[in-house]
Each structure stands twice: as C-alpha cells, then as structure tokens.
C-alpha cells in the first residue's frame, strides 16, 4: 500500500454536514500507513476533468475540524450529470494521477457516477477502489434508513414550521409554506414534528407520494380554516396530479424546464403565489401569506443535528475503512439498530445508482394530509438534541364588566 494517493469529490447540493464527511475521509485516510496523498478536486467531477486539484495532506488537522463544522461544500460543487464519455475521462485522469482510491460524496447521481467510474477501471483493468459517501437532504438514496444531510435540514424544516405556527396564531389566516423535495416527501413531512399542541399547524401536509388534486386542495383548506380560525399547510414542491404532471407545470406552462424537460422547481415561489391566489379568489379568504423555502434549509447555520454532524463524519470513516481493508467498490449506507443507534455497511453500487426512495406508506396517514406516529418515532432521533420548545399563556379569562361588552 506504500504511496497511496486517494481522491475525494463532493458533488450535487451542499448540507450542512457534508463537510465532516470530507474531513472524515481526511482524517482517516492520514491515519493509515502507506497514504502518501489526500487530494480533493475542486467542484466535483468537474474538478477531476479540469485536474483541478488541492492537497489535502497539507491541511492541519485543526483547520480541517473548524471547516467539518461549516455548512455548505468545502471543496464546491457541480451539477453535471456524467455520462459514459465524460467518466472515462474522469477515469483516464484518475489514472494519470496514480489515484488508487476514489471517493464521492453525493446522492443517487454521484452513486450512478462512481458506478461507472468503477465499470471504466474494471474494464481497463487498473486497480481503482470506487466508494459513494451518501449525502442527500431529500432522503431518497435507496438501502439506507436515512441520509447524512437530511437530519439537520429536516431540523431547520420543523423549527421554520414551529415559527410560522406560532405567527398565524398570532394573526390567523392561511399560511403555505413549499418544502423541497420533487419525489420524496421526507423533508416536507418533517414539518409534523414541530407540532406540539393539538391545535398547531401544519393542519395540512401535501407530499408528492400522494396525487395532488386543486379542488380537494381548497376544500381541506375550508375544512381546517373553518375548524381552527386558521390553516398552516406544508407542500412538497414535487406535488403533482393524478397523472404524474408537477402541478407547478400544469399551472404554471411558462415555467423554465431543465435539460431534462423537468420543471426548475427551486428557486421559485411560483407554486405557493399560485396555491395563495387560489385560496383567495376561491375561498374568499384574503389574509393568506407563502413562503417558499428553497435553497434555506439546505447549509442553514445554527441548526445542525448533532446526530447528523457525528453520522456524517462516520460514514466518511467507514469509506475509507472499507476501501483500505476491503476488496469491493460500494455505496455506503447506515442501518439503524435500535432506538437509537446505527451501524454501516457497504452496498453494491449499482443497489444504490439511478434509484430512488419515496416515503413508506406507513409513514403517511389516511387521506394524504399527514403523517402517522411511526414517522415521528423515525425522524425524531435524528434531529438531534435541545430542540426549541413553544408555550403558551395559561391565559385565566377575566369577567366581562362593561356594559359595551354586552
């Protein structure tokens, strides 16, 4: 193993933790004998084919724990989805380097990308070990209970929910607040745990695992407003109808699409300014207000899941472990164990590569508006230790005395 040099890439949308996973590559891989180089490419993949590269050796180890506590990719980021041309190019440079080990930090694209980097080697018959560090806010790799990243975005998501809560209390009306997630839920439904009365919002929950339809949309809204004085409603912004069609898209035709042909979902408040205008001209209901979290929960500081900060530098360990002492390329994936703790293991990557998790249907309450008890039981561990609490005034009625009040 004399004169190992490994390379480590992060790729897809910052988290909050994403960066312990990086330094627990760092670190750990500086532990073993026989490293002879740390390298991180620059802005992911394509930092590799512009051979943009940082010495990571080089770093002290102090420095690298203040940057495992700072949001956001450390190393940048890309949104290039490679191709088999553009991986053998990843490849061909990996080579020329002399990289014996490679790591990428990422969700279901990063793991489809170390796949075929790994069938490249495999066919050209160079000894590259190939690891996918699971990284995601939206839950959805496939084979593991949860995802680094999703904690602590789910954290921010149940505390913004808790504030918005307690602001349409103190002036009612109708409230939507739009979650990311265009497939999976996960991070919408984490809205639920910031409930803590029985009265509190969110009210309504609308995931994209369950069709979206208008017209039940503002009846359930009338429902609630007309129980409550008020309504808080979280959205997924991957709500769609019956027929699989975002209904963003479908109200809004105009909308710039990706290469893909898919709606840009982010980055936009067009899906909670439609639902307003809807409840408003429909509902007759005027004081109505949305927010559209976008890119905020992603490296929100402030609000990081110690569980999350501790998993995300394990499984940053573990891919170096499993490189080093192992004889098989592999995605990363954590298994819970009890209430509460977890062990990783090393899955196939093509397990894990262009799949997608959704929530289960044990996770979702009849009618599609909520979630059930087992998904609380699920996410609360995971966002960690001293979350805020709310109270309300005991508030003792006074008699009514003056004769106006009659």
Avoid at 179 to 184: D, E, I, L, P, S
Avoid at 273 to 284: N, Q, S
Wanted: proline content about 4%; overall charge negative.
């Amino acid at each position: 193993m004399a004169g190992t040099k490994i390379l480590v890439a992060q790729g897809g949308g910052p988290t909050a933790v994403i960066n312990q996973s990086l330094v627990g590559v760092a670190l750990e891989a500086r532990r073993h004998h026989g490293v002879e180089r740390v390298y991180g490419a620059r802005h992911g993949v394509r930092g590799i084919v512009d051979e943009d590269f940082v010495d990571l050796t080089q770093e002290t180890s102090h420095n690298l724990e203040l940057v495992a506590a700072t949001p956001s990719s450390a190393l940048g980021s890309t949104r290039d989805k490679p191709d088999a041309p553009y991986c053998h190019t990843i490849f061909e440079v990996l080579r020329a380097h002399g990289i014996a080990h490679f790591f990428y930090i990422g969700g279901n694209d990063s793991c489809d990308t170390t796949y075929i980097v790994s069938q490249e080697a495999r066919k050209a018959g160079y000894p590259l070990r190939c690891i996918h560090i699971p990284k995601t806010i939206d839950n959805d790799l496939v084979g593991s209970d949860h995802t680094p990243g999703f904690p602590s975005a789910a954290r921010f998501v149940a505390q913004a929910f808790a504030g918005a809560n307690l602001d349409n209390a103190a002036l009612p009306g109708v409230y939507i607040g739009v979650v990311m997630g265009r497939h999976a839920g996960f991070l919408t439904a984490a809205s639920a745990l910031g409930k803590k009365f029985p009265d509190d919002g969110p009210h309504l929950i609308y995931l994209p695992e369950r069709a979206f339809a208008i017209d039940a949309f503002l009846e359930e809204v009338k429902t609630a407003y007309a129980r409550f004085g008020r309504c808080v409603v979280a959205v997924s912004e991957g709500i769609h109808d019956a027929a699989g069609i975002p209904v963003l898209g479908r109200m809004a035709p105009e909308l710039e699409r990706d290469a893909h042909g898919n709606v840009q979902l982010s980055g936009t408040g067009a899906l909670a300014d439609l639902l307003c205008e809807a409840i408003r001209t429909r509902l007759g209901i005027q004081r109505v207000r949305g927010d559209t979290f976008g890119y905020l929960q992603r490296s929100f500081m402030g609000c990081v899941s110690d569980v999350d900060q501790r998993e995300a530098r394990e499984v940053g360990e573990k891919a170096v472990q499993f490189a080093m002492w192992g004889e098989r390329d592999g995605s990363v994936a954590i298994r819970r164990t009890g209430f509460y703790s977890v062990d990783y293991e090393l899955l196939a990557l093509n397990d894990v590569a262009g799949k997608t998790r959704t929530m289960e249907d044990a996770f979702i309450a009849a009618g599609g508006t909520d979630v059930t008890d087992a998904f609380r039981l699920y996410l609360r561990p995971l966002l960690g230790s001293a979350m805020p609490d709310a109270y309300r005034l005991r508030a003792a009625p006074v008699a009514r005395r003056s004769a106006l009040a009659y």
